[in-house]
């Protein structure tokens, strides 16, 4: 079993950045893809950024392209997402979740782990 958790939310005015993180305890896989996701309240889970064992191939949601990148580091287990000049509409409980295929995907189905999330606020 993995366990993920994840650490770095909360409230930051529009313009701001924070940095959030989401290690893997545990059960650990080698080669797994590892996604974020968000969602906000009424709303579906929408993909936002995943990237490969390697790091060499990264996705990102054209919504948050630009402003927010995606890293880990394997030797700690965690991946983080950096954001920057943050909106309002960037708003949700953040997710990050483990692909065990190792593929890019940003169907939220097509992952197997996920972590309890953490909350970001954005005020405007």
């Known amino acids: 079993q993995v366990q993920l958790v994840e650490s770095g939310g909360g409230l930051v005015q529009a313009g701001g950045s924070l940095r959030l993180s989401c290690e893997a305890n545990g059960r650990t896989f080698s080669n797994y893809a590892m996604g974020w996701f968000r969602q906000a309240p009424g709303k579906e889970r929408l993909f936002v950024a995943a990237?490969?064992?390697?790091?060499?191939?990264?996705s990102y949601s054209d919504s948050v392209k630009d402003r927010f990148t995606i890293s880990r580091d394997n030797a700690k287990n965690t991946v983080y997402l950096q954001m920057n000049s943050l909106k309002p509409e960037d708003t949700a409980v953040y997710y990050c979740?483990?692909?065990?295929?190792?593929?890019?995907?940003?169907?939220?189905?097509?992952?197997?782990?996920w972590g309890q999330g953490t909350q970001v606020t954005v005020s405007s």
């Open positions: 990237i490969t064992w390697s790091g060499s191939r990264k």
């Open positions: 979740a483990v692909r065990l295929r190792g593929d890019l995907r940003i169907g939220h189905r097509d992952y197997d782990y």
